[in-house]
T-cell receptor, first 114, second 115 residues
Framework: DTAVSQTPKYLVTQMGNDKSIKCEQN?????MYWYKQDSKKFLKIMFS???????INETVPNRFSPKSPDKAHLNLHINSLELGDSAVYFC?????????????FGPGTRLTVT | AQSVSQHNHHVILSEAASLELGCNYS??????LFWYVQYPGQHLQLLLK????DPLVKGIKGFEAEFIKSKFSFNLRKPSVQWSDTAEYFC?????????????WGLGTSLAVNP
C-alpha cells in the first residue's frame, strides 16, 4: 500500500489555467506538507497543515491555495498558472507539527506550464 | 535566521571511494538533524536522523553521520560508495521558526558515482 500518494503524477497545462493536485496519506499522521522542488533540485516548503489547521504558510503567491478536508488529505489548487510554476510538487506527512519526526514523501507531481 | 549549508553542490566519485558530505547549520537551540536521499526520478526518503544520545548515527545502506555540536555540523559519510548511491542528498534541521518548529533544508548535494 502506498503511504503517501499524489495525483496526478504528471500535469501539463497552459498558462492562465487553474489546476489542482491531490494528496492522501494512510499513515495516520496528523501533519501534512506541500513542497516545491525546482529544476535545480532546491526544495522549498510551501504549506503545512496540522489536524486540518494551517500552521506554516511560507511566502507563496496567493494563487496557491491549499485545502485540507481531513487529516489524511491535503490538496493544492493553483490559479492562473504561470511559467515559473513549472516544478515538481511533493506532498509529505509526519507525526506532529514540531518537525521532530521523519517526513514521508509522496512520489511527486511534475507540473509543466507551457 | 536559521539556515542549513551544504558545502558541496556537486560531487563526482569513483566506485569504492569514500564519501563525506558536509552539512552545517546556524541555530543555537536544541536541534533534530536529518539526511534525506532522492534517487533519480524518485521521492525523498530518510537516510538517517539524530535526535539525542550517541552523536554517531547509522542509517540505511551503510551511511552514517556524526553530530558535532561545537561545530554545528552533521556530516554524512560512507566508507565505500557504489554506483547505486548516485542521487541528490539533502541535510535538514528541525529548528524554531516563530511559534512553530519546522524543517530547514539545505540546497542539496548531487552525487554522481562512476562505475
Amino acid at each position: 500500500d502506498t503511504a503517501v500518494s499524489q495525483t496526478p503524477k504528471y500535469l501539463v497545462t497552459q498558462m492562465g489555467n487553474d489546476k489542482s493536485i491531490k494528496c492522501e496519506q494512510n499513515l495516520g499522521h496528523d501533519t501534512m506538507y506541500w513542497y516545491k522542488q525546482d529544476s535545480k533540485k532546491f526544495l522549498k516548503i510551501m504549506f503545512s497543515y496540522n489536524n486540518k489547521e494551517l500552521i506554516i504558510n511560507e511566502t507563496v503567491p496567493n494563487r496557491f491555495s491549499p485545502k485540507s478536508p481531513d487529516k489524511a488529505h491535503l490538496n493544492l489548487h493553483i490559479n492562473s498558472l504561470e511559467l515559473g510554476d513549472s516544478a515538481v510538487y511533493f506532498c509529505a506527512s509526519s507525526h506532529g507539527d514540531r518537525g521532530s519526526y521523519e517526513q514521508y514523501f509522496g512520489p511527486g507531481t511534475r507540473l509543466t506550464v507551457t | 535566521a536559521q539556515s542549513v549549508s551544504q558545502h558541496n553542490h556537486h560531487v563526482i566519485l569513483s566506485e569504492a571511494a569514500s564519501l563525506e558530505l558536509g552539512c552545517n547549520y546556524s541555530y543555537g537551540g536544541t536541534v533534530n538533524l536529518f539526511w534525506y536521499v532522492q534517487y533519480p526520478g524518485q521521492h525523498l526518503q530518510l537516510l538517517l536522523k539524530y535526535f539525542s544520545g550517541d552523536p554517531l548515527v547509522k542509517g540505511i545502506k551503510g551511511f552514517e553521520a556524526e553530530f558535532i555540536k561545537s561545530k554545528f555540523s552533521f556530516n554524512l559519510r560512507k566508507p565505500s560508495v557504489q554506483w547505486s548511491d548516485t542521487a541528490e542528498y539533502f541535510c535538514a534541521v528541525n529548528a524554531r521558526a516563530g511559534n512553530n518548529r519546522k524543517l530547514i533544508w539545505g540546497l542539496g548535494t548531487s552525487l554522481a558515482v562512476n562505475p
